[in-house]
């Protein structure tokens, strides 16, 4: 059952990206939120039928590069997974500015 509910186990990414410290968040354009999604796809830890969120803090650095500088999400295993699925990958779309700073949530829940 287990691997059953790994199997549906959807991440569902909401993405309030601003810049810096901008007090009005602005959105994330549709492909980058895509190629987000994609790479946080599939984790391989069970959920347990709860919900987890983390707030994801990272920049663009000058080779097109995400950098995570910091994950708060209260759980060490999702910090950990959004950390290794995220770090240091490319993204194909450009629309995030190289060295500027960003944050976004993304939330897991069981798929059923």
Do not use: C, W
């Amino acid at each position: 059952m287990k691997s059953m509910i790994k199997l549906f186990t959807t991440v569902l990414v909401m993405f309030t990206l601003s810049k810096g410290v901008a007090a009005d968040p602005k959105p994330i354009k549709v492909e980058t939120n895509k190629e987000l999604q994609n790479l946080l796809r599939n984790p391989a830890f069970d959920l347990d039928d709860t919900a987890l969120s983390a707030r994801v803090h990272f920049l663009i650095n000058s080779e097109g590069e995400i950098v995570v500088i910091d994950v708060k999400g209260g759980n060490y295993i999702i910090e950990d997974y959004v950390k290794y699925r995220l770090n240091y990958k490319k993204l194909k779309s450009k629309e995030l500015a190289p060295l500027q700073e960003y944050t976004f949530e993304v939330h897991f829940k069981t798929g059923k």
